[in-house]
């Protein structure tokens, strides 16, 4: 069959629109390919931690409660600040008693503004500010220790309150080395003394 050029013309048309069909229909399968793609890394994606964060990025992330006042209310305010205060111990499941220096209740309100009226903890031991915080308390000279203890009760009760009250932060990354965790190491470095005398007895009954 010999096709005239009219034929010819239409013919080579309905190959030329095919051609273009198909290459629109896998550049189509393409798209579609890749948004699928991009869909399914979504949901696998694992949300970030906010930025401010205790701990240094190790451990399990643990999310601070909502902060119910602003910084210049908690300094300003002593009873909103001890309220406050126990809101977040109770939630961080720790224990908040008031320790004693010098014979007498240390003032966490009075060390919580002398320190973060210096920038905050982090700050004050790098520029060697601590002893202007000490001197803001009044101690009796038996109590030699006075600065060391500031320090560790700092640390212990008023870190988290700082990072939260303080910085805004939303959270913290909780350590094996975590204080809230020594009660367990205690109980089971006990348990391995116990497990020894055990065997030293029976080693030397024997």
Known sequence: WWAGPAEAFAFQRKINRRCRDT???AEMSVADAAAAADKGK???EEPVPPARAAGGGNGRFMAYPARMAEH??????AALFRAELEKLHAHMGTKLKVPIIGGKDLDL????KEVTSRGGIDKVKAENRWREVTASFIFPATATNASFMLKKYYM?????FEQLYFFGGQGWYQQESDPRSLPCIEVRAETQNIDKRKRATNASSG
């Not at 210049?72 to 305010?77: C, G, P, R, T």
């Not at 212990?156 to 988290?160: A, G, I, M, V």
Request: aromatic content about 10%.
């Open 23 to 25: 290459r629109a229909a």
């Open 42 to 44: 979504e949901k696998v």
């Open 72 to 77: 210049k209310s908690v300094v300003a305010d």
């Open 109 to 112: 309100h009075q060390l919580f």
């Open 156 to 160: 212990s009760l008023l870190y988290h």
